[in-house]
C-alpha cells in the first residue's frame, strides 16, 4: 500500500545572530498534523532554521517516507537543492559552521525522499506564519537550554566558563 506524501513546513527566528532562538515546524500527513517547537538561550537563526527540518523529518514514524519541504531559508534549501551540501561531505566539513546539525540532517535525510521548497517568508503563507509564531514563542520561553553545538563551535563555551 501506497503510504501519502508528507507535508513539512518550518521556521527558525533568532533574536539576536546570536541570541536565543526558536524553531516551529508543523508535519502534516493526510488529515493529521502535529506542530514541534523548541529553543535555545544562545543560537543562530541558521542553527534553528535547520533544526525545525531536522525535528520534523526525525518525527517521521516509517522509511522512505515522500516530504515535501516547505522553508523560507535560503541557506537550508539552497544547501540542499544547490549541492552545497555534497561539497562540505566531501571537504570534511572543514571549518564549516553548523557541522554537527548538518551531519544530523544528512542521518535522516537519507532514510526518506526529502524535496525542499523555497518560499518566501513574511508572505501570508498560512503554515510559514505558523511556524513564526511557534519558533518566536519559543525562543521566548524563561530558562532555554544552551545549544552545545552552538556554543562548541564559536568558543562561547569557553567564554562561559571563564
Known amino acids: 500500500m501506497q503510504k501519502p506524501a508528507i507535508y513539512l513546513f518550518t521556521d527558525g527566528a533568532a533574536s539576536g545572530n546570536p541570541g536565543p532562538g526558536g524553531y516551529g515546524a508543523i508535519l502534516r500527513c493526510g488529515?493529521?498534523?502535529?506542530?514541534f517547537s523548541g529553543g535555545y538561550r544562545l543560537t543562530t537563526n541558521n542553527r534553528m532554521e535547520l533544526l525545525a527540518v531536522i525535528t520534523g523529518l526525525e518525527a517521521i514514524r516509517w522509511e522512505g517516507a515522500e516530504v515535501e519541504v516547505y522553508s523560507d531559508s535560503a541557506y537550508v534549501v539552497n544547501a540542499v537543492t544547490q549541492g552545497w551540501l555534497e561539497d562540505w561531505k566531501?571537504?570534511?566539513?572543514?571549518k564549516k559552521?553548523?557541522?554537527?546539525?548538518w551531519l544530523r540532517f544528512d542521518a535522516v535525510a537519507r532514510r526518506h525522499h526529502v524535496h525542499f521548497h523555497w518560499i518566501k517568508g513574511h508572505a501570508g503563507h498560512p503554515e510559514n506564519e505558523r511556524c513564526d509564531v511557534l519558533a518566536v514563542a519559543a525562543r521566548s520561553l524563561p530558562s532555554l537550554p544552551e545549544d552545545e553545538g552552538y556554543l562548541a563551535e564559536s568558543g562561547a563555551e569557553s567564554q562561559l566558563l571563564m
Do not use: A, I, Q
Not at 566531501?90 to 572543514?94: C, E, H, L, N
Not at 559552521?97 to 546539525?101: E, I, Q, V
Open 31 to 35: 488529515p493529521l498534523e502535529k506542530e
Open 90 to 94: 566531501r571537504t570534511g566539513f572543514k
Open 97 to 101: 559552521k553548523n557541522s554537527d546539525l
